[in-house]
């Protein structure tokens, strides 16, 4: 079981940024390095969607609509995953989760809300 905390959402204006954490306080440090993580977002009536992923070797991929002013990051040593958010856009609005793949699992923390409004 991998036990994942989000935090860092909140209400942002147009053109704002956000840095996303996901905290793995549970995670043996050597374990979380070898983690396939990523982050993932639902807005209202919509699918959850891939927005930025991260490798065990630190290979990253965003999605289009992200690609250039996200950058999804990992502190191995913390145990924590980031995901900086510049040029917020009122389609950003949704709900961020962190995903970890391990184990033939995939494990979800709880999201944390992003809403970019004015």
């Known amino acids: 079981q991998v036990y994942l905390v989000e935090s860092g959402g909140g209400l942002v204006q147009p053109g704002g940024s956000l840095r996303l954490s996901c905290k793995a306080p549970?995670?043996?440090?050597?374990?979380?390095?070898?983690?396939?993580m990523g982050w993932y977002r639902q807005a209202p009536g919509k699918q959850r969607e891939l927005v930025a992923s991260?490798?065990?070797?630190?290979?990253?991929d965003y999605s289009d609509s992200v690609k250039g002013r996200c950058t999804i990051s990992k502190d191995n040593s913390r145990k924590i995953l980031y995901l900086q958010m510049n040029n917020l856009k009122p389609e950003d609005t949704a709900v961020y989760y962190c995903?970890?793949?391990?184990?033939?699992?995939?494990?979800w923390g709880q999201g944390t809300q992003v809403t970019v409004s004015s």
């Open positions: 991260i490798s065990a070797n630190r290979n990253t």
């Open positions: 549970r995670a043996i440090t050597s374990v979380f390095s070898q983690y396939v």
């Open positions: 995903k970890v793949a391990w184990g033939g699992s995939d494990y």
